[in-house]
């Protein structure tokens, strides 16, 4: 029962960090029907940026500095690249993203190094007593920033004009422009919470183990998690990755017992096998809009 | 004053569509554009509210002014912003929003005067108060349609462009779209009415503009279009002697004779 609980712990904990990740995803895709391959660069530059700066400031300073300057690097990246893009094939758009993740991560590596940074977390492998369990304290991090950064996203969308304007111009793009909102800068508002987010997940990443220049696949759990969710559903995104972390932690810990026949370390493609198992039962995602088509 | 002044739109660069049309909306009045499917109203809709980026047609020749000032040029959120508010055809209210939603996103523009003219929208269409918080999908045709015209007038314009709101609904709640229109035109609004049908447009309209084939072939007070002879016939559906005949085969012989030089 122990091990049941910290193994579920360990999954809500690497599930939260997915579900900021999936939710940038998921907010890109709303405002531009495209799914942005640059997350994984934007999440190591933003946990680059917090292991630089996180011993002059501190970590939390670091943190909120990282998101606001990977958030105008989100903002940049919209302006320059995707922007002249607009009315293009969507897969022509992703595949730029792929390139621009690409050259983002180029840069970055150069200031990893070949070895794993420390990205300065007070919290380290430590841990505190939870009615007899010892959680560690970056699980618990982990999901209260979930917690914040969704919630204030939720209130943001729900209740202030820009929020409710990004989610109508996701609707019906033309029909927001005569209500006087700018899509493009919807969509440039878009991209820079997207890279807010995944800088803020990539702090957390780091979280007890450090980064290094392969920390960027874990970005891409959070494909899955969209999948999941429902790619045009923001809660779908935050259920689809608690799931992913959840069961890759299930699977890291007791495959090895019941299913050794799986191999060695099957948790780490546990993810797409939900994914599939997802799929084939409901192929818009969990959360995600049936697509209706009206003849 | 709205003016178009000769303006000439090409879709993709090819399609003709818009073919040197010159019309004006003066302050304060109520003006009606008619026409059949395919004349270009829809297209002079878009080049007044700066649509046809999108669309990809672009202005060849001519100009939109407001006030004398050139706005062919700006994006539809400056345009919204000055005043000139679109209600596109077929209402397209956004469908999951609800509708105090709906109609705060039309105030994306106006963020102080929101309260005021939310007030303003439910004294108008009473209908949209008892359904604020439903989902605006489920709405019939005709709450839709107030529903886009409310969320229209949450900009607070000067002017109005109404894109065939009578389309699809019954005759009863035509008649019901047609007084409310005269009603938000007293309250200062000045509109611009792009029918169909005729007989409605021309009801509340103090000035009528025909299009045909992306000219315009009219241009005369509204009595008087309804008093015309062609008008009768070919719009409002009735005979030269009162009879219904098969006008198919006389319009277009008749079109080409009178109109098109």
Redesign the interface.
């Known amino acids: 029962m122990r091990d049941v609980l910290l193994t579920a712990i360990r999954g809500i904990g690497f599930g939260s960090i997915y579900a900021m990740l999936a939710v940038g995803f998921v907010v890109i895709y709303k405002s531009s029907r495209v799914i942005s391959f640059a997350q994984p660069a934007l999440m190591l530059a933003g946990a680059v940026l917090v292991s630089y700066l996180a011993g002059p400031i501190g970590f939390y300073g670091a943190v909120l500095v990282a998101a606001l300057a990977i958030a105008a690097l989100g903002l940049g990246v919209e302006r320059a690249t995707i922007r002249p893009m607009i009315?293009r094939p969507v897969f022509v758009i992703a595949i730029i993203t792929l390139g621009l993740d690409i050259a983002i991560r180029v840069v970055v590596n150069a200031f990893i190094g070949s070895d794993v940074r420390n990205v300065g977390d007070p919290w380290g492998l430590s841990a505190v007593d939870v009615f007899g369990l010892p959680v560690q304290e970056r699980y618990i991090a982990m999901v209260l920033v979930l917690v914040v950064t969704v919630g204030a996203l939720f209130a943001f969308f729900q209740y202030s004009?820009y929020g409710?304007?990004m989610?109508?111009a996701s609707?019906?793009?033309?029909?927001?422009?005569?209500?006087?909102?700018?899509v493009g800068a919807m969509m440039a508002l878009s991209w820079a919470i997207a890279g807010g987010l995944a800088a803020v997940a990539g702090a957390f990443v780091g979280a007890g183990g450090g980064i290094e220049q392969n920390t960027w696949i874990i970005a891409l759990k959070a494909l899955p998690a969209i999948i999941i969710g429902g790619l045009d559903s923001v809660g779908g995104a935050v259920i689809g990755g608690l799931l992913v972390g959840l069961v890759e932690s299930f699977f890291a810990t007791y495959q090895g017992e019941y299913l050794p026949w799986l191999g060695q370390n099957f948790s780490l493609v546990s993810p797409y096998v939900l994914l599939l198992v997802v799929l084939l039962v409901r192929p818009y995602g969990i959360f995600g809009t049936r697509e209706v088509e009206r003849v | 004053m709205l003016a178009v002044n000769n303006l000439e739109v090409v879709y993709d660069d090819v399609v003709l569509v818009l073919r040197g049309v010159s019309l004006q909306v003066p302050e304060g009045q109520v003006v009606g554009l008619l026409g059949a499917n395919g004349a270009g109203k829809t297209t002079l809709l878009r080049a007044v509210?700066?649509?046809l980026d999108?669309h990809h047609g672009a202005v060849t020749r001519g100009q939109v002014t407001l006030d004398g000032d050139r706005i062919d040029h700006l994006?539809?959120?400056q345009i919204?912003?000055r005043g000139i508010?679109?209600?596109?055809e077929g209402r397209?209210v956004?469908?999951?929003?609800s509708v105090e939603?709906n109609l705060?996103?039309?105030?994306?523009?106006r963020?102080k005067d929101r309260a005021a003219n939310l007030e303003r929208v439910y004294d108008l269409f009473p209908r949209l108060l008892e359904r604020r918080a439903q989902a605006a999908g489920y709405l019939s045709g005709g709450e839709q349609q107030m529903l886009a015209m409310g969320?229209?007038l949450?900009?607070n314009p000067r002017y109005l462009l109404l894109d065939e709101p009578s389309l699809g609904l019954a005759p009863q709640l035509v008649a019901t779209i047609r007084d409310l229109i005269t009603l938000i035109n007293s309250q200062g609004t000045t509109v611009l009415l792009v029918e169909q049908n005729a007989s409605m447009a021309l009801s509340v309209a103090g000035h009528g503009y025909v299009m045909e084939t992306g000219k315009v072939v009219m241009d005369k007070p509204a009595a008087e279009l309804l008093d015309d002879d062609d008008i009768k016939e070919f719009y409002l559906g009735l005979g030269a002697e009162g009879s219904e005949r098969s006008f198919r085969n006389v319009k277009h012989y008749r079109r080409r004779k009178r109109w098109l030089s």
């Not at chain 1, 422009?177 to 700018?182: A, E, L, N, P, T």
């Not at chain 2, 705060?104 to 523009?109: L, N, P």
């Open positions: 009315g004009r409710l304007a989610r109508a609707l019906d793009q033309e029909t927001a422009m005569v209500q006087g909102v700018s | 509210s700066g649509l999108i994006d539809p959120q919204v912003a508010s679109q209600v596109l397209r956004f469908g999951e929003f939603e705060r996103v039309g105030a994306h523009t963020p969320r229209a949450m900009s």
